[in-house]
């Protein structure tokens, strides 16, 4: 008991008072004796001051439900939704993942050619040494040729599938890789004008400054794109990999294929485009600044229109003498301009710029010069080139074709004048040859066969036929050098053809000294062909009274002249240089009368003579007896004396009005023989 009041002690000392109560007859009194009761009454509590009544009541059997127990279906439902929803995304995920798998199939059989798809084209039509040409399903493509082994993995097909969806006006179209067949081949749309390299070697072509600038800006914007793609770079920039299409735009070729590239052994002809820091003995992966580098020898040249590389380039070095001794083999060569390439120096190895178009920028050639710089950190990034070139042809069109468009317009405003002044020309030209033509031809023979149709023979009743020789020509000749029996026919021929051309009477040929007329024929004249052979032959003796040898002034021409009058057959005879002959026994007769005649007198046979005596009348002939003529035998034969009036031959004051209007330079010789 004593233990126990003496607990109740110290309790009674450690209780605290918190309120203070007063009882004033019925009424309370309460004077908290606290500020806070969270902090004084709950302490011990922190600071939780007890429900009035227990959540589960006094007896603990009226606690509330739990929030699953009251919305348990809606649970169930949420649960079962979120399970749903939780499928669904797994299988949507699974089938993205799958039609991606089957899209990425699909694509890697756009890109992998089946060599029995290849069909070679004809190389005699289309031809070039750098790759090979076929036809893919209608489209004309081009092969190239790797010696390499096809293992490829998931990022080399990513990186085909990629290059296939390039789509670029300067960078060629990638068809794909070509595994199954001999070698392994990557396939590229073909443009038809073949490589650059071809286009410079074929050198056709005849280009002015935007031209060559046009080509130059193709590359530039190819090589500006690939820079700018997943590629990165080209790596194996040359001019045989930059094709030109028909409308002479250039698109970079053989780009990527890194994995190929990488195991791929290089010649020393495949880097005579290559920088000098990359040319090693194996492959290597190409970089920006070595683009820019092959950029420049390729522009060089277009510059130049000749191949990167000439002999005379590596002569003018101190350690070109390899070179002159073992020159003619190209390997070797190669191996030379390889080596001082790398090996650069103060003044390392470069082609010379000698541009082919004299109004090419110099700009243009500045440029050129920095993109070939020995460091590889002082040659221009491929955006600054492209923005130089943009430029030097500000406030003008950087379209070829536009350019072209611009010079066929300026052409075509001139064209319809240049068209009728060369149709001038041509007329004048075709009169000229029509003139000769005619002069060797019957007009209406030639008009036949300018028409390309055959001339039938014609037969001609009555014609009257001329022989003319020149007396002891042998002789006279003899006393002349060659060049002047040559223009004593010709002075004398000239004389004669302007007679000939008062009458109506046809110049068969002249053959040496010899003379051969016909009248009646190719046109016909009725019954006076007789008169206009005799009045030419009256003419002929005439003009002989005043004809001088040059040479010879002592000397005198002297004529036989033979007529005979009788039916003739004509004919073309020949095609290189036809000739329109006559035949018949009339011909014969007309020589012998020439050869059997005397100097300076004519002869004619009894059927001539008949003509102009009887039937056209107005001329004088006498008879000289009976002749034996070789071949005929005894014939009366006449001589023809002159006309009953001498007005109807042709004067000298006549001759010399025809020849004069006819032919100048005739007139000249005419004028000499009557002096």
């Given at each position: 008991m004593s233990n126990l009041m003496a607990l109740l002690v110290m309790l009674w000392d450690k209780l605290k008072s918190y309120v203070y109560l007063q009882v004033v007859d019925t009424s309370v009194n309460v004077t908290p004796l606290y500020d806070d009761p969270t902090t004084a009454i709950w302490a011990s509590r922190k600071g939780i001051q007890p429900l009035d009544v227990p959540i589960c009541g006094f007896s603990g059997k009226e606690c509330p439900m739990s929030a699953f127990e009251q919305y348990k279906a809606y649970f169930i439902a949420a649960i079962v939704i979120a399970v749903v929803l939780v499928l669904a995304i797994a299988g949507v995920m699974v089938y993205i993942v799958h039609t991606?798998?089957?899209?990425?199939?699909?694509?890697?059989?756009?890109?992998?050619?089946?060599?029995?798809?290849?069909?070679?084209?004809n190389p005699k039509v289309h031809s070039s040494k750098h790759f090979s040409m076929y036809?893919?399903?209608?489209?004309?493509?081009?092969?190239?040729?790797?010696?390499?082994?096809?293992?490829?993995?998931?990022?080399?097909?990513?990186?085909?599938?990629q290059m296939r969806n390039i789509d670029h006006d300067n960078v060629n179209r990638f068809i794909g890789i070509s595994l199954d067949g001999p070698d392994l081949m990557s396939i590229w749309r073909l443009c038809s004008r073949g490589s650059l390299r071809d286009v410079i070697a074929n050198n056709t072509l005849n280009m002015d400054a935007f031209f060559v600038f046009s080509l130059m800006k193709d590359i530039v914007e190819g090589l500006y794109y690939l820079h700018t793609s997943f590629l990165q770079c080209h790596g194996y920039l040359k001019s045989s990999y930059c094709l030109v299409d028909d409308r002479w735009q250039v698109k970079l070729s053989n780009y990527g294929l890194t994995s190929f590239r990488r195991l791929e052994k290089r010649t020393a002809r495949d880097q005579l485009w290559t920088a000098p820091e990359l040319i090693v003995e194996m492959d290597h992966m190409g970089t920006k600044q070595g683009d820019i580098y092959s950029l420049a020898l390729v522009c060089s040249e277009i510059v130049n229109m000749k191949p990167v590389w000439e002999p005379s380039e590596t002569k003018g070095n101190p350690e070109g003498k390899f070179w002159h001794f073992f020159g003619h083999l190209k390997g070797i060569r190669f191996i030379e301009i390889v080596y001082l390439v790398k090996k650069g120096g103060v003044r390392p190895l470069r082609p010379l710029l000698n541009p082919a178009v004299l109004d090419l920028n110099p700009a243009l050639l500045h440029l050129i010069r920095d993109c070939w710089a020995d460091n590889p950190n002082d040659r221009p990034k491929i955006e600054t080139v492209r923005s130089l070139m943009k430029s030097m042809v500000s406030g003008r069109t950087m379209n070829l074709m536009d350019h072209v468009f611009n010079m066929l317009e300026q052409y075509a405003s001139t064209l319809e004048e240049e068209v009728e002044e060369r149709t001038k020309e041509l007329v004048e030209e075709k009169k000229k040859s029509d003139v000769l033509l005619y002069r060797m031809l019957p007009k209406q023979v030639a008009e036949k066969l300018k028409l390309g149709q055959s001339v039938e023979p014609e037969t001609f009743d009555c014609v009257t036929i001329f022989f003319s020789d020149v007396v002891s020509f042998t002789t006279l000749a003899s006393r002349c050098t060659p060049l002047q029996v040559v223009n004593l026919l010709n002075d004398l021929y000239t004389v004669f053809d302007g007679i000939i051309a008062e009458y109506d009477v046809y110049k068969v040929e002249t053959i040496g000294d010899g003379y051969l007329c016909v009248s009646g024929l190719p046109h016909r004249n009725g019954n006076q062909h007789a008169k206009h052979i005799a009045n030419m032959s009256l003419s002929f003796m005439k003009s002989l009274d005043r004809y001088t040898i040059p040479h010879l002034p002592g000397e005198r021409i002297s004529l036989r002249i033979g007529l005979h009058t009788g039916g003739v057959v004509t004919g073309v005879v020949g095609l290189a240089m036809p000739r329109y002959c006559l035949f018949g026994d009339t011909v014969n007769t007309a020589s012998r009368m020439e050869s059997n005649g005397k100097p300076n007198r004519i002869h004619l046979s009894a059927d001539a003579n008949k003509f102009i005596t009887n039937i056209t009348g107005g001329f004088i002939t006498e008879s000289r007896g009976e002749v034996i003529i070789k071949g005929k035998g005894v014939m009366e034969t006449f001589w023809l004396v002159g006309t009953t009036n001498e007005g109807d031959l042709v004067s000298g004051v006549q001759a010399k009005s025809v020849v004069e209007d006819r032919n100048p330079p005739m007139y000249e010789t005419f004028k000499k023989s009557q002096s």
């Open positions: 991606r798998i089957k899209d990425i199939e699909r694509q890697n059989q756009l890109w992998q050619v089946s060599f029995n798809n290849l069909v070679k084209m036809m893919f399903h209608q489209d004309r493509v081009v092969g190239y040729k790797h010696s390499v082994r096809a293992n490829l993995d998931k990022e080399e097909m990513a990186e085909f599938r």
